[in-house]
Structure formats: C-alpha cells, structure tokens
C-alpha cells in the first residue's frame, strides 16, 4: 500500500460530514463515504492515479483570511471553475497532506494550513492522465491562506483567482462543498 492509503482508509471509516446544528448527517454523503472505504478496502493501489477502476484523490476550498472568498482555478482539460487539488503522490503521508501540497503547488500561496478533517466527498468521471476514462474519489477539505495571500498561476490552470463566496462561478456545482464547508468552519476551525 502506499503513503496516504492507510490515511485514507483509517480518515473515511471513522468520518462524518459536516451537518447544521441539529441536523441529520447527509445520506448521499455517507453513501459515498461508504463507497471510498469499499473502494480502498478492495484496491491497495486506490490512492495511486495508476488505479484504472477510479482512484482516491484530494482537493482543497482554499479560502481567504476572512474566509469570505475562495481561490478557484479554471481547469484547462475540464474548462470550468473548480477548487484546488488532484492526484494523491506515494510521498503524500496523508490525504490531508496531499490536499495541501496540491493547493500550494496551483496556488503558489505560502503558510497555506489545512484543516485535517475532509467537508465533502465527490465522486465524477473524468478522463485524467492514463488517457482512459475513470473516476475521481475526491476528498475535500478546507485550506486557509494567510492574510493578504497573492496567488501565483502555475501552468496547471488557465486562470487563478478569488471568487466571493456568495457569487461563485459555474451554475453552483461548488455550491454542496461551500455549504459544508461553511458548517465546519462555523466553529471548528480556527482562522490562523
């Protein structure tokens, strides 16, 4: 197995999504928290993008200072708006970790500070580096940038900038992450 799977496998058993105060844990959420330990219990290579059947990978809402905006970056195979991430690295400890390292790589943002517990869980198909259609088992979490933050486009986006949380792009495909996001940091992560 390799680094971040034992993460991964330990993280999602012992996950539960982000819900309002009083609220009920998401059925969708948990079906697919489900679906990623099946997936990492059956595949030691899950977190690998080697992985043919659909791979684990990590993501991150970066957010401002204020938290009220995130860095987006217009994906050049996707062609659309989407948070920070890709695939997990056999050196990335945890996924966690890889979520950072994704979002500092994209973002060029320094003293970026991950919270270590995922918000969401996403599942799409895609056609990423193996040049075969598969699926991505995203974990996502939120990453905080330091006041005054300044990105840098890497050549792995066409464009990279702050969007207001409230007038997001992208006809709200970002807008399930957002809200969980918003419930964690409604109190459990603090604004470094």
Do not use: Y
Request: net charge negative.
């Amino acid at each position: 197995m390799n680094g971040p799977h034992t993460d991964a496998l330990h993280t999602l058993e012992d996950w539960t999504p982000p819900t309002p105060a009083g609220g009920s844990v998401d059925p969708g959420q948990e079906a697919l928290r489900h679906a990623f330990v099946a997936l990492l219990r059956a595949r030691g290579d899950a977190c690998l993008r080697e992985c043919e059947p659909g791979h684990v990978t990590s993501s991150a809402l970066v957010l401002d200072h204020s938290g009220e905006h995130t860095m987006l970056t217009l994906h050049p195979r996707v062609g659309r708006w989407l948070q920070l991430g890709g695939h997990c690295e056999p050196s990335d400890e945890t996924l966690a970790a890889a979520a950072l390292r994704e979002a500092a790589e994209e973002s060029g943002i320094e003293g970026l500070v991950v919270d270590p517990d995922p918000v969401h869980l996403d599942v799409h198909p895609v056609t990423c580096s193996l040049g075969k259609p598969t699926r991505h088992f995203d974990v996502r979490f939120v990453v905080r940038a330091p006041a005054g933050a300044v990105p840098t486009r890497s050549e792995e986006s066409v464009d990279l900038r702050w969007w207001p949380l409230s007038s997001l792009p992208g006809g709200g495909d970002l807008r399930p992450l957002v809200s969980a996001a918003s419930f964690r940091l409604s109190g459990e992560f603090s604004r470094n």
